[in-house]
């Protein structure tokens, strides 16, 4: 049984940083591709960052230089650290991981950015 486990959310003042991390069981963890997805309330659910099994990374505009999505095939781990944190930062994040038509998902975990 393939499990997706985020951890790290919370409550964050703006500038502030979290580290979310999303630990895999149940699957060959290093040929899946990997990403951070989040979802704001009342907006749709879009990809923050990406990272391919070959390392390639990749980021939606608007947390380009905040935001570093990282792997530990060793550990099954995904990582985004996020940094300088905003209020338009808060959503639930969601890790996926893919391959071909194979997707999987972690059930998600809140990230609240506010003084």
């Known amino acids: 049984q393939v499990q997706l486990v985020e951890s790290g959310g919370g409550l964050v003042q703006p500038g502030g940083s979290l580290r979310l991390s999303c630990a895999v069981s149940?699957?060959?963890?290093?040929?899946?591709?990997l990403a951070w997805y989040r979802q704001a309330p009342g907006k749709q659910r879009e990809l923050v960052a990406g990272?391919?099994?070959?390392?390639?990374?990749n980021y939606v505009d608007s947390v380009k230089g905040r935001f570093t999505i990282s792997r530990e095939n060793a550990l099954n781990t995904v990582f985004l650290l996020m940094n300088s944190l905003k209020s338009e930062d808060t959503a639930v994040y969601y890790c996926?991981?893919?391959?071909?038509?194979?997707?999987?998902w972690g059930q998600g975990i809140q990230v609240t950015v506010s003084s």
């Open positions: 149940g699957i060959i963890f290093s040929i899946y591709n």
């Open positions: 990272l391919t099994s070959g390392f390639r990374t």
């Open positions: 996926q991981m893919s391959r071909a038509r194979d997707q999987y």
